[in-house]
């Protein structure tokens, strides 16, 4: 009970510590299928810094769905991609084809993998929370879920969707036992998300040289800088990302090791093959 404590007290430093990295150096992040239809509005609106997070050694990643089909994840492995998030569900029901096999192909080649959702703002949120639940089973050392969150529908105001957003986040924390990253895009983010989600960390897609810009009171971690991508072991564009961050920063973010509790039944099957507890038995008999 105690180890189990202390273990739980280490995750939870490391995971304030990961946040307090990213107050002091700036951190500001972000994935879907329908970004290739939203290229626009994932532009630059006319900031003209230069990136500060991103260097030659920052981690490369990319993210699928069934629109690359079959991958090599061999190769993909080969070009130096250290991490992935796949698509697993859209809606409360549907599933990504090609989840399955990237889920353990992205396992089997040592890729640090990821699985997302595709969030559909007027489908019923507990459907969506549901369907991820019953397709995604993580496992310790991966990354945490993802909400993608790309479209509003006319009828649905701003404050509704960010409400069910944030019933959908707090019920994969609560199954998985890791907060899930946001994901979206730059326009997106400004008009409907930047403020409201402060205690979670984004993913942003902005299809330019400058990072993204963000409320200075969220936090990226990636940031998905083209649609267009070329790559090894994939016959199709792909998206490609960065992370603002090393390997040790990106295992902090990840499902921690689960302590599996000793069943009670086994600990007694156990002690009473001791021969103090059978001399004790023999005695009261």
Same mark, same amino acid.
């Given at each position: 009970m105690m180890f189990s404590l202390l273990f739980m007290v280490i995750q939870k430093m490391a995971y304030s510590n990961l946040l307090l990295l990213l107050m002091f150096t700036g951190g500001s992040s972000g994935n879907s299928d329908n970004a290739k239809n939203t290229n626009a509005n994932a532009r630059s609106t006319g900031a003209t810094t230069k990136t500060t997070l991103i260097t030659s050694s920052s981690l490369k990643g990319i993210d699928v769905s069934k629109w690359q089909k079959e991958v090599d994840w061999d190769q993909v492995k080969g070009a130096d991609v250290s991490f992935a998030f796949v698509k697993a569900t859209q809606d409360d029901y549907r599933l990504d084809? !090609? %989840?399955g096999r990237n889920w353990e192909e992205t396992k089997r080649v040592g890729i &640090? +993998?990821?699985? !997302?959702? %595709?969030f559909i703002p007027a489908a019923p949120v507990q459907g969506q929370i549901d369907l991820f639940i019953s397709t995604v089973e993580l496992q310790a050392g991966d990354l945490p879920p993802v909400l993608d969150v790309e479209v509003i529908e006319k009828h649905t105001s701003g404050a509704e969707m960010r409400k069910n957003m944030h019933i959908w986040l707090e019920a994969i924390t609560k199954h998985y036992g890791v &907060?899930? =990253?946001i994901y979206t895009n730059?326009? %997106? !983010?400004?008009r409907w998300l930047q403020g409201h989600f402060k205690d979670y960390h984004f993913w @942003?897609?902005?299809?330019?040289? =400058? $990072?993204? $810009? @963000?409320n200075q009171e969220d936090k990226w971690l990636f940031w998905q800088y083209t649609d267009t #991508? &070329?790559?090894? #072991?994939v016959n199709a564009a792909i998206d490609l990302n960065f992370f603002a961050g090393d390997m040790n920063t990106l295992n902090l973010m990840c499902v921690p090791e +689960?302590?599996?509790p000793y069943p $009670? &039944?086994? @600990? =007694?099957a156990e002690l009473e093959q001791l021969p103090a507890v059978k001399l004790l038995a023999n005695n009261i008999d």
């Amino acid at each position: 009970m105690m180890f189990s404590l202390l273990f739980m007290v280490i995750q939870k430093m490391a995971y304030s510590n990961l946040l307090l990295l990213l107050m002091f150096t700036g951190g500001s992040s972000g994935n879907s299928d329908n970004a290739k239809n939203t290229n626009a509005n994932a532009r630059s609106t006319g900031a003209t810094t230069k990136t500060t997070l991103i260097t030659s050694s920052s981690l490369k990643g990319i993210d699928v769905s069934k629109w690359q089909k079959e991958v090599d994840w061999d190769q993909v492995k080969g070009a130096d991609v250290s991490f992935a998030f796949v698509k697993a569900t859209q809606d409360d029901y549907r599933l990504d084809p !090609y %989840f399955g096999r990237n889920w353990e192909e992205t396992k089997r080649v040592g890729i &640090k +993998r990821g699985a !997302y959702h %595709f969030f559909i703002p007027a489908a019923p949120v507990q459907g969506q929370i549901d369907l991820f639940i019953s397709t995604v089973e993580l496992q310790a050392g991966d990354l945490p879920p993802v909400l993608d969150v790309e479209v509003i529908e006319k009828h649905t105001s701003g404050a509704e969707m960010r409400k069910n957003m944030h019933i959908w986040l707090e019920a994969i924390t609560k199954h998985y036992g890791v &907060k899930p =990253i946001i994901y979206t895009n730059q326009n %997106f !983010y400004r008009r409907w998300l930047q403020g409201h989600f402060k205690d979670y960390h984004f993913w @942003i897609a902005r299809y330019n040289t =400058i $990072e993204p $810009e @963000i409320n200075q009171e969220d936090k990226w971690l990636f940031w998905q800088y083209t649609d267009t #991508g &070329k790559m090894p #072991g994939v016959n199709a564009a792909i998206d490609l990302n960065f992370f603002a961050g090393d390997m040790n920063t990106l295992n902090l973010m990840c499902v921690p090791e +689960r302590l599996t509790p000793y069943p $009670e &039944k086994v @600990i =007694i099957a156990e002690l009473e093959q001791l021969p103090a507890v059978k001399l004790l038995a023999n005695n009261i008999d």
